[in-house]
């Protein structure tokens, strides 16, 4: 070979190495672009979500870290259960999350809360109130006067009986400094938010949001489930329909404020607007403060045509088409 074919070889050398050059780099580039993309993403899902505060949140002993991540997805404490299960198995061992209820007085991000859930890092310095299903606000003051150094029951009870209906049940976690209006401020904030996911349900009802209050809390008094929620409601509204009273037992109860068990036949002649024997239409205003399943009751009662139920002492409910039917049932179940 002459030294003129040599230079002819040698200069074709470098041609045939660029499309290699070029490969590398964009290799390097879509390595780059997808580290990026990445990154933003984890600081997306890792960031603070805007919960209220103070927030808690209760890990059952035994539920599982998919389980838990999930629930802290739903109450929107975390941006991604899968992101939150992922940092637990990886960055930490998930077998040590310890059961307990969370108090967060701070917007978290997900890393962080990974942390509080394996150390076990929750509030000590708040106390539990809870307020159950169809309790009245004089009784939710005495609860809360137990617990809270600062609470004036006076105070509570000026502004909360005309909210009656609105001071939304559930286990609160708040410090023993909350004041009367501090504890009506987070009854009512607390109402909201379980409502607003039915806004376009509650507009829809031929009903008020002051009346379904007031059904939903007859309903809380006089059924025991879900189920027999959504039954209840269908005979209580069947009944409103065609102008007959609701004859509910749990308005009796409001009045005398004596368990059901004890009225009498001449109880239920007592002369009051919440004598739902005497008079058709609904009471005044609420007999209680309903919960979400009574409320979601009186939005979605059962399709039915019976206008008569009667309970057993097993808590076991039958219903009626007709008064006969009715009287039945009676005979049958409660003699």
Same mark, same amino acid.
């Given at each position: 070979?002459?030294?003129?074919?040599?230079?002819?070889?040698?200069?074709?050398?470098?041609?045939?190495?660029?499309? @290699?050059?070029?490969?590398? +780099?964009?290799?390097? *580039?879509?390595?780059?672009?997808?580290?990026?993309?990445?990154?933003?993403?984890?600081?997306?899902?890792?960031?603070?979500?805007?919960?209220?505060?103070?927030?808690?949140?209760?890990?059952?002993?035994?539920?599982?870290?998919?389980?838990?991540?999930?629930?802290?997805?739903? #109450?929107?404490?975390?941006?991604?259960?899968?992101?939150?299960?992922?940092?637990?198995?990886?960055?930490?061992?998930?077998?040590?999350?310890?059961?307990?209820?969370?108090?967060?007085?701070?917007?978290?991000?997900?890393?962080?809360?990974?942390?509080?859930?394996?150390?076990?890092?929750?509030?000590?310095?708040?106390?539990?109130?809870?307020?159950?299903?169809?309790?009245?606000?004089?009784? @939710?003051?005495?609860?809360?006067?137990?617990?809270?150094?600062?609470?004036?029951?006076?105070?509570?009870?000026?502004?909360?009986?005309?909210?009656?209906?609105?001071?939304?049940?559930?286990?609160?976690?708040?410090?023993?400094?909350?004041?009367?209006?501090?504890?009506?401020?987070?009854?009512?904030?607390?109402?909201?938010?379980?409502?607003?996911?039915?806004?376009?349900?509650?507009?829809?009802?031929?009903?008020?949001?002051?009346?379904?209050?007031?059904?939903?809390?007859?309903?809380?008094?006089?059924?025991?489930?879900?189920?027999?929620?959504?039954?209840? &409601?269908?005979?209580?509204?069947?009944?409103?329909?065609?102008?007959?009273?609701?004859?509910?037992?749990?308005?009796?109860? =409001?009045?005398?404020?004596? /368990?059901? &068990?004890?009225?009498?036949?001449?109880?239920?002649?007592?002369?009051?607007?919440?004598?739902?024997?005497?008079? /058709? *239409?609904? /009471?005044?205003?609420?007999?209680?403060?309903?919960?979400?399943?009574?409320?979601?009751?009186?939005?979605? /009662?059962?399709?039915?045509?019976?206008?008569? =139920?009667?309970?057993?002492?097993?808590?076991?409910? +039958?219903? &009626?088409?007709?008064?006969?039917?009715?009287?039945?049932?009676?005979? #049958? =179940?409660?003699?």
């Amino acid at each position: 070979m002459d030294l003129e074919q040599e230079t002819s070889i040698d200069s074709q050398a470098p041609k045939r190495a660029r499309p @290699l050059h070029i490969f590398l +780099y964009v290799l390097a *580039g879509l390595f780059f672009a997808i580290t990026l993309l990445v990154s933003l993403v984890v600081t997306y899902l890792n960031a603070p979500t805007d919960y209220d505060l103070p927030t808690t949140f209760t890990v059952e002993s035994g539920t599982s870290v998919r389980a838990v991540a999930a629930s802290l997805r739903e #109450q929107g404490i975390v941006r991604s259960e899968t992101f939150l299960y992922l940092v637990l198995v990886t960055l930490h061992d998930p077998t040590s999350i310890k059961a307990s209820t969370y108090v967060l007085d701070e917007h978290f991000s997900t890393t962080q809360i990974a942390r509080q859930l394996v150390a076990g890092d929750f509030g000590n310095d708040l106390v539990r109130l809870t307020h159950i299903e169809g309790e009245r606000a004089e009784a @939710l003051a005495a609860e809360a006067e137990k617990v809270l150094i600062d609470f004036d029951t006076n105070t509570f009870l000026a502004a909360a009986i005309p909210r009656e209906g609105r001071l939304y049940p559930d286990t609160y976690f708040v410090p023993e400094t909350f004041t009367a209006n501090e504890l009506l401020d987070l009854l009512e904030a607390a109402f909201e938010d379980a409502l607003l996911p039915y806004q376009e349900k509650i507009e829809a009802s031929p009903l008020s949001l002051d009346q379904i209050l007031i059904l939903a809390s007859i309903i809380e008094r006089e059924a025991n489930s879900p189920e027999s929620m959504r039954m209840v &409601s269908s005979v209580l509204q069947n009944r409103l329909t065609i102008g007959m009273p609701l004859q509910a037992d749990a308005s009796i109860e =409001y009045i005398l404020d004596k /368990p059901l &068990s004890e009225l009498t036949p001449g109880d239920l002649k007592i002369d009051s607007p919440y004598n739902t024997y005497i008079n /058709p *239409g609904l /009471p005044p205003t609420p007999i209680g403060n309903p919960g979400l399943d009574s409320i979601l009751a009186v939005l979605e /009662p059962a399709d039915s045509d019976y206008f008569y =139920y009667i309970t057993d002492d097993n808590g076991t409910f +039958y219903y &009626s088409e007709t008064y006969d039917e009715h009287l039945d049932n009676i005979e #049958q =179940y409660l003699r």
